[in-house]
């Protein structure tokens, strides 16, 4: 049987719980930047080839 009281809430006591920070987390928006900027470069570095090679053959 518990030692608490029957009116008491059922909530657990003892350590205080960790909660998450609300807080922007700057590493995963730093992935999501690379990617974004990596994506950016192949693509750039595609356009450019392929209007190199058309300007080169017409």
Do not use: C, F, K, Q
Not at 2 to 13: A, K, L, N, Q, T
Not at 44 to 50: K, N, Q
Request: no cysteine.
């Amino acid at each position: 049987m518990s030692p608490r009281s029957p009116g008491s809430s059922s909530r657990r006591r003892g350590a205080t719980p960790h909660r998450r920070s609300h807080r922007l987390d700057w590493t995963l928006l730093d992935r999501w930047l690379d990617r974004l900027v990596i994506l950016a470069v192949i693509t750039a570095l595609l356009v450019g080839g392929s209007a190199l090679i058309v300007s080169l053959v017409l």
